[in-house]
């Protein structure tokens, strides 16, 4: 049978139908139908299908260990946001998730109650508070949340080589009570990558490329739903804006300035700080 235009779709579906699992059929049938609908909306180009090969060849060969530009991709796409939308529905009083981003390094040190994960680095100084609780209000000791931000600069120990001991990330445990504390900098907003294909794409469009002041939070309690989210800045700049659609209203705090004198890990601070007072209330599953 000789294809044409309109009837080239089904052979192909019918193909990709053979799928050894039914679950890669379902997907590679679905993917092969919206290709070719978008394919004769837009009535394609080989031009334009050449510049998109060679866009995602080259976001390929952008790629490495510690960069990945197809993650970027699907990020400004807000796709990935969709897909945490999709997989993390939880019921109204759990904290929301969102998008755990590339920077992320496994194996951050323990550290006690209060541990500044900033020392040494330069910002205002910032404290966490709260509870990591259930759905009914009941405290979780033992739960740990695992932490990361930017510096002042925006950049992450993953983007900093020269880096060899943990900064700016640390684990902390809940207390008996539930409570846990953290010390940091003040994140700011920051740029995503702008040096490669993503950014060449970016450039062509009225797209803002910054994301609001944010902390990330992983909390991965037994017994309750992995718990990936961050902790955003009230009041920021690019806080509509966010590039990758990670923003969620639940995940807005206020960081609140606080006098010098008393802080929350029990020291005495000579000069003003900001703190944030957040309880993470984790989804049973
Ligand atoms: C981040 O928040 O670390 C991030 C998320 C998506 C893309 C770039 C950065
Ligand atoms: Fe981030």
Redesign the pocket.
């Known amino acids: 049978m000789s294809v044409d235009e309109d009837n080239i779709t089904e052979p192909a579906v019918r193909r990709w139908a053979t799928a050894h699992s039914p679950r890669l059929g379902e997907l590679m049938t679905a993917l092969v139908r919206r290709l070719h609908d978008f394919s004769r909306e837009v009535r394609l180009t080989e031009d334009e299908w050449a510049a998109a090969i060679a866009w995602l060849t080259a976001a390929g060969q952008t790629s490495d260990d510690k960069r990945q530009e197809l993650?970027?991709t699907s990020?400004?796409l807000g796709l990935?946001t969709l897909v945490v939308q999709l997989n993390n529905r939880f019921g109204p009083r759990a904290t929301p998730a969102t998008?755990?981003?590339?920077?992320?390094i496994d194996g951050s040190p323990t550290a006690p109650y209060g541990f500044d994960m900033a020392d040494g680095i330069e910002g205002t100084t910032l404290f966490f508070t709260g509870r990591v609780t259930d759905i009914e209000g009941k405290p979780l000791p033992g739960a740990v949340l695992d932490v990361?931000q930017?510096d002042a600069d925006g950049a992450?120990e993953a983007q900093l080589p020269e880096v060899d001991e943990a900064r700016l990330r640390a684990k902390y445990r809940t207390r008996e009570d539930g409570s846990y504390c953290i010390r940091t900098i003040a994140p700011r907003g920051?740029a995503?990558?702008m040096d490669g294909p993503v950014g060449d794409l970016m450039r062509r469009t009225d797209i803002s490329h910054f994301?609001p002041a944010?902390v990330?939070f992983l909390i991965d309690e037994p017994g309750y739903r992995k718990l990936t989210t961050?902790l955003f800045q009230e009041g920021g700049p690019y806080l509509d804006s966010d590039?990758?659609f990670?923003t969620r209203d639940a995940l807005i705090t206020p960081f609140t300035e606080r006098p010098p004198g008393p802080a929350p890990d029990g020291s005495t601070l000579e000069t003003a700080y900001l703190q944030a007072e957040y309880d993470f209330v984790l989804q049973p599953g």
């Not at 998008?99 to 992320?104: D, R, S, T």
């Open positions: 993650i970027l990020d400004v990935s998008v755990l981003g590339p920077f992320h990361w930017a992450y920051y995503i990558p994301r944010h990330h961050h590039v990758v990670g």
